[in-house]
């Protein structure tokens, strides 16, 4: 979104004619909606505006729930944005630390800043963006005493807050198809500015799962989130924000809750075992967060290998950290044996995974030539110098 694009939406108008539009799922429901809407004497630069946002905010339920229908977004915004009920954990972080304010530098959309100021926290959102900098105003709307500003985080003056939160810009600059930064030194602001805010206020930093962990200071909490089984940031905790005891986490949220592992250092891991007849699959957040030793010994499970994540054991235990399989039948790793056992087993919908091996799983599946109604999970991996496949059955 371009700034006039912006404000032609942000009039009462604008606005009002985005609220009223109905959802839309195909190509032929846009074009009804825009005969009708150019018929009403819209102007076609409106109505390209208002339909991106009514597209947007479809795509945004998933993040925002029904607090979308009520907001704004860019599409590089929207893809960016914290989920609001994890703002809604690092919001509590602050709350519980006995912080009354906040200075979000680099709020983009201001998701982390709604939940700061719904918690009650006083909100200094900035961005460097000018259009995203809107776009957080109008978002914020329903809590006037938040502030937004148009600026950079290393201009923004702190004199007024007593904390700080950064998400620094991981992605080149723009509204739509940016790409991602593949080195941390290009982040916007820097992580030496983001670290040297660290020593002097409380602070707490978003950042990728995939965030080297050499970079990671001795003085946070790294807390790894993942949602429905996908990791989403790593937060780096510091001062009061950061836990008594705790340098390592991996938080899980699902449909039963959130679950948490916990450690004050990378666990040492497990012994290594045979396969056994269930095999774990430990949750990304748990795997990143490098405590793959503490789940295994507390479920009485061993690794298979001490450079793989996977685990085993002969006794099937429920766990929020881990996905279970029980194993069916362990093969040699060839395609050949592996299309003949899957066909006369009648496994037509198949579940690749793999670890440790360089083996394309779609260009593996095409080899096989499925064919059935039964399903299971394939694993290609090894077990210390052997290539194995592992068929399994989800639990």
Same mark, same amino acid.
């Given at each position: 979104?371009?700034?006039?694009?912006?404000?032609?939406?942000?009039?009462?108008?604008?606005?009002? &004619?985005?609220?009223?539009?109905?959802?839309?799922?195909?190509?032929?429901?846009?074009?009804?909606?825009?005969?009708?809407? @150019?018929?009403?004497?819209?102007?076609?630069?409106?109505?390209?505006?208002?339909?991106?946002? %009514?597209?947007?905010? !479809?795509?945004?339920?998933?993040?925002?729930?029904?607090?979308?229908?009520?907001?704004?977004?860019?599409?590089?915004?929207?893809?960016?944005?914290?989920?609001?009920?994890?703002?809604?954990?690092?919001?509590?972080?602050?709350?519980? %630390?006995?912080?009354?304010?906040?200075?979000? &530098?680099?709020?983009?959309?201001?998701? #982390?800043?709604?939940?700061?100021?719904?918690?009650?926290?006083?909100?200094?959102?900035? #961005?460097?963006?000018?259009?995203?900098?809107?776009?957080?105003?109008?978002?914020?709307?329903?809590?006037?005493?938040? @502030?937004?500003?148009?600026?950079?985080?290393?201009?923004?003056?702190?004199?007024?807050?007593?904390?700080?939160?950064?998400?620094?810009? @991981?992605?080149?600059?723009?509204?739509?198809?940016?790409?991602?930064?593949?080195?941390?030194?290009?982040?916007?602001?820097?992580?030496?500015?983001?670290?040297?805010?660290?020593?002097?206020?409380?602070?707490?930093?978003?950042?990728?799962?995939?965030?080297?962990?050499?970079?990671?200071?001795?003085?946070?909490?790294?807390?790894?989130?993942?949602?429905? !089984?996908?990791?989403?940031?790593?937060?780096?905790?510091?001062?009061?924000?950061?836990?008594?005891?705790?340098?390592?986490?991996?938080?899980?949220?699902?449909?039963?809750?959130?679950?948490?592992?916990?450690?004050?250092?990378?666990?040492?891991?497990?012994?290594?075992?045979?396969?056994?007849?269930?095999?774990?699959?430990?949750?990304? %957040?748990?795997?990143?967060?490098? &405590?793959?030793?503490? &789940?295994?010994?507390?479920?009485?499970?061993?690794?298979?290998?001490?450079?793989?994540?996977?685990?085993?054991?002969?006794?099937?235990?429920?766990?929020?950290?881990?996905?279970?399989?029980?194993?069916?039948?362990?093969?040699?790793?060839?395609?050949?044996?592996?299309?003949?056992?899957?066909?006369?087993?009648?496994?037509?919908?198949?579940?690749?995974?793999?670890?440790?091996?360089?083996?394309?799983?779609?260009?593996?599946?095409?080899?096989?030539?499925?064919?059935?109604?039964?399903?299971?999970?394939?694993?290609?991996?090894?077990?210390?110098?052997?290539?194995?496949?592992?068929?399994?059955? @989800?639990?």
């Amino acid at each position: 979104m371009e700034s006039a694009e912006l404000r032609e939406l942000l009039t009462p108008e604008g606005v009002a &004619l985005l609220d009223s539009l109905p959802p839309y799922t195909s190509s032929t429901d846009v074009l009804k909606i825009v005969a009708s809407l @150019r018929k009403d004497g819209n102007s076609a630069s409106l109505v390209a505006t208002v339909l991106t946002q %009514a597209k947007l905010r !479809g795509k945004a339920v998933a993040k925002f729930g029904d607090f979308a229908q009520r907001m704004l977004f860019t599409e590089a915004g929207l893809e960016q944005a914290t989920r609001l009920p994890v703002a809604a954990l690092h919001a509590g972080r602050y709350v519980r %630390a006995g912080l009354t304010s906040v200075a979000d &530098l680099g709020c983009g959309i201001g998701a #982390d800043a709604l939940a700061f100021a719904g918690a009650g926290l006083q909100v200094h959102a900035v #961005d460097a963006d000018e259009v995203t900098a809107a776009i957080t105003t109008y978002n914020l709307s329903p809590f006037p005493e938040a @502030r937004v500003s148009h600026g950079t985080a290393e201009e923004t003056d702190l004199s007024d807050v007593e904390s700080v939160y950064l998400d620094p810009a @991981r992605r080149t600059s723009g509204h739509t198809n940016t790409n991602r930064l593949a080195n941390a030194e290009d982040y916007s602001p820097s992580l030496d500015f983001a670290f040297g805010l660290a020593e002097k206020l409380p602070t707490g930093i978003k950042l990728g799962p995939g965030f080297d962990r050499d970079l990671i200071p001795d003085t946070c909490e790294a807390q790894w989130v993942s949602v429905n !089984g996908d990791v989403v940031e790593v937060g780096l905790w510091f001062g009061p924000l950061k836990r008594e005891g705790i340098a390592r986490a991996a938080l899980v949220m699902n449909a039963e809750g959130l679950h948490e592992l916990t450690a004050a250092a990378d666990s040492a891991d497990a012994e290594v075992g045979e396969l056994g007849q269930y095999l774990y699959e430990p949750d990304g %957040a748990v795997i990143r967060a490098r &405590l793959i030793g503490d &789940l295994a010994r507390s479920i009485g499970a061993h690794m298979l290998d001490e450079h793989i994540a996977y685990m085993s054991s002969d006794v099937a235990v429920s766990t929020p950290f881990a996905s279970t399989f029980e194993v069916v039948h362990e093969f040699a790793l060839d395609v050949k044996v592996l299309a003949k056992e899957l066909k006369s087993r009648g496994i037509g919908t198949l579940e690749i995974k793999k670890r440790g091996v360089d083996i394309d799983p779609a260009e593996f599946r095409k080899r096989l030539s499925l064919s059935g109604k039964n399903s299971a999970t394939l694993f290609l991996t090894r077990l210390g110098e052997r290539r194995v496949a592992i068929l399994a059955q @989800r639990l």
